[in-house]
């Protein structure tokens, strides 16, 4: 087994890339001045276009999913380190040192290290923001309520992981921290939405 510190700082410096940002800046553009002024897929989508948000989402996911998996595969190291360079990635994602330590909100990296450290719930999560969404058509509400979900799936599917419960409800109230803007306007009833057709 390596180091198991290797990991998690290879999850920080992983999660710190703000792929979106840096995908605007190619084009000129700067997101921390545009639309939501956040660094994240959906912004990206809403500035750049929607196939740019998607592959901005998946990169975000990427950059959660990878350490995860090294850590887990290559290094051998046990779950509960697992969970540490998971968390490293999101708070990677979040206060990246290229943005001034800001970042995006965290949904896309937490996503992709659920994948890495319980798929099933990672699906669970995954219909949860599909069906709020199409009720919504509002991301920042299904991105919410999935988030809202995930603790309750750990502890559903995962009882006997109590570091990942722990760590199911930091993550879930980080998402709701990191979305104050959102529910800030929510309240408002000026968010973003979707039309049908988008």
């Not at 887990?72 to 206060?95: E, M, R, T």
């Not at 995954?126 to 999935?146: D, E, H, K, M």
């Amino acid at each position: 087994m390596q180091n198991p510190v290797f990991y998690l700082l290879l999850a920080f410096f992983l999660g710190s890339l703000p792929f979106g940002h840096w995908l605007a800046m190619t084009r000129g553009i700067d997101l921390r001045k545009e639309g939501s002024r956040n660094t994240g897929a959906t912004n990206v989508g809403r500035v750049l276009g929607r196939k740019w948000g998607v592959l901005v989402f998946l990169l975000d996911l990427g950059k959660g999913w990878a350490p995860v998996f090294a850590g887990k595969v290559v290094g051998q190291i046990p779950d509960s380190w697992a969970v540490g360079v998971g968390l490293c990635a999101v708070l990677g994602h979040v206060f990246s040192p290229w943005l001034g330590f800001r970042g995006g909100k965290g949904v896309a990296t937490s996503a992709g290290i659920l994948i890495g450290l319980t798929p099933w719930v990672a699906l669970g999560v995954g219909v949860a923001w599909g069906v709020i969404f199409q009720f919504s058509r509002t991301v920042s509400v299904a991105s919410l309520g999935a988030a809202a979900m995930f603790p309750f799936l750990v502890f559903w599917i995962n009882p006997q992981q109590t570091l990942l419960q722990w760590a199911a409800i930091g993550l879930t109230g980080l998402v709701w921290i990191r979305h104050r803007d959102n529910l800030r306007r929510l309240f408002q009833g000026n968010e973003n939405r979707f039309s049908k057709k988008s």
